[in-house]
């Protein structure tokens, strides 16, 4: 299928997301969308998808202009747009999902569970997936939940599919098996628009690339053609630098000290410590039980034994307010349910954890609240139309600056991010590594948890890796390298 957008025109009220955007997609290619996080590149593909309805511009479909009036006439059409947020009923199983409103029924018009059973885990064994099909939903994991998004936008026989951030919660696995399903739908004429923030995985994967700036189209190259360089200098209009940046302070005294931390099922004799200034990588594979090791930390998940201490003083924390009042801080995994109010505005989710500096002696000070929230703003560069702007309507990488704002102002002793960077764009990377070492460089004790081992590498002074619910080592970044990492995440030793 051959799909040409151009002089697509949209605004939203008085602020004009695309103007003058196109892009053009072969038969049987990959090809990668990037720009910075509100480049307009999911606007751009909800307009063709008929999520959205242009103001200005023309959609050829195989020559034939289109204007589909939803998804679901896009979908008959053979179009499918993979969304990066999970758009499940998470109190269904996995077999409800991928069959919803698209049930096989035999006479009478009776439901053939048989026979959907059956095409599920023909679908999941082709993707290489091992979720059992009658699992429920809300149990599964970000990752495991994404692959089963995936595997039911394959039961829809696509000629094209839109891939969001397909891999941002993968496992290294995980995401090798999606390549391979990619590259064989690509061999059978099925064309692929790949958005995706991941360098690493557009050289690998895809054949030519477009760039959206500001949501202007910019520009379209042959990946063979370009470097990181040129494709960073296209999507921000400059050079970015180094893609880490230094940090040169001293580590002091050990500020959090965790002991014998256990919980019943997930994690087992935990112990660590971090430091004042040092940023303290965790690595491991997708289930390995580094999220949970943290929200136990937080007091969001129960634990059975161990201890905590906090500047050498023994602390109980059995809930997030016991862990914000001994002074950690915690941005979650999941900013979309767990780290935001999404139909707040910035101001009432950056004051949520801020109240304290937002009132005299228990009453709000809205001069102090606009004072807090514009300092946030203007610190992480947070790209809106004011303090008022409602959280849900910004692009992602926006929506986590506010999630760092809110827990930047806290002051905190301890910072732990679980995957602060996921689904942001390089330039919005470089910012969130620049808070990071700016905090460090402050005296706090940063703990920060991700999937991406470069990112491991470039920014920590040290890495916890863990396996199955144990800490198999703690090394110095300065003399780590992947492999040793993997042989950690993996369950192997370095000795």
């Not at 747009?81 to 999902?97: C, G, K, P, R």
């Not at 289930?287 to 905590?308: D, H, S, Y």
């Not at 390089?426 to 969130?432: D, N, R, S």
């Amino acid at each position: 299928m051959n799909i040409e957008m151009k002089g697509i025109d949209k605004s939203f009220g008085s602020n004009q997301v695309l103007k003058d955007a196109g892009f053009v997609l072969n038969d049987g290619e990959i090809h990668a969308l990037m720009g910075e996080n509100g480049a307009g590149k999911s606007t751009l593909m909800k307009i063709l998808t008929g999520v959205y309805t242009r103001d200005a511009g023309t959609v050829l479909v195989d020559g034939q202009e289109v204007c589909y009036k939803n998804p679901q006439e896009a979908e008959k059409a053979g179009i499918v747009f993979i969304y990066q947020e999970i758009n499940s009923l998470f109190d269904l199983t996995v077999e409800e999902n991928l069959f919803m409103g698209k049930e096989i029924t035999k006479g009478f018009g009776i439901v053939d569970r048989k026979a959907m059973r059956k095409k599920a885990q023909e679908v999941m064994d082709r993707m290489g997936v091992n979720i059992p099909v009658n699992a429920v939903m809300g149990d599964l994991s970000v990752g495991q939940q994404q692959m089963v998004e995936i595997c039911k936008a394959l039961m829809a026989d696509a000629k094209v599919l839109i891939m969001d951030e397909p891999t941002a919660a993968l496992t290294e696995s995980e995401t090798e098996g999606l390549f391979r399903v990619i590259n064989s739908l690509r061999e059978k004429g099925v064309s692929i628009v790949y958005i995706s923030h991941r360098m690493e995985e557009i050289f690998a994967l895809c054949d030519r690339i477009t760039i959206l700036r500001d949501g202007q189209y910019i520009g379209t190259r042959y990946i063979k053609d370009v470097n990181m360089d040129d494709i960073v200098q296209m999507m921000i209009g400059r050079e970015i630098g180094e893609r880490f940046p230094k940090r040169e302070c001293a580590i002091g005294g050990e500020v959090l000290r965790v002991e014998g931390l256990s919980h019943q099922k997930i994690f087992k004799d935990v112990n660590f410590t971090v430091h004042a200034g040092e940023v303290l990588g965790v690595a491991g594979l997708m289930g390995a039980g580094r999220t949970e090791i943290m929200q136990a930390i937080f007091g969001n998940l129960p634990i059975v034994g161990g201890k905590l201490y906090i500047d050498g003083k023994e602390v109980t924390i059995r809930n997030p307010r016991q862990a914000i009042a001994a002074g950690i801080g915690f941005i979650t995994e999941d900013r979309k349910t767990e780290g935001l109010l999404l139909e707040k505005s910035i101001s009432e989710n950056i004051e949520i954890c801020n109240f304290g500096k937002t009132s005299n002696h228990g009453v709000r000070s809205r001069s102090k609240r606009a004072k807090l929230v514009q300092h946030g703003i203007e610190e992480f560069h947070i790209k809106c139309f004011g303090p008022e702007h409602e959280c849900g309507n910004l692009s992602g990488g926006n929506q986590q600056k506010v999630v760092l704002a809110k827990w930047v102002a806290t002051d905190p002793k301890i910072l732990i991010l679980d995957e602060p960077t996921r689904g942001v764009d390089i330039g919005a990377k470089k910012e969130i590594y620049s808070v990071i070492n700016d905090m460090a460089a402050k005296g706090v004790a940063v703990i920060m948890v991700s999937s991406e081992l470069p990112e491991v590498l470039g920014m920590s002074d040290r890495i916890m890796v863990v396996h199955e619910g144990h800490v198999t080592g703690i090394i110095d970044a300065a003399g780590a390298d992947q492999a040793k990492v993997m042989t950690l995440a993996t369950g192997g030793s370095l000795v």
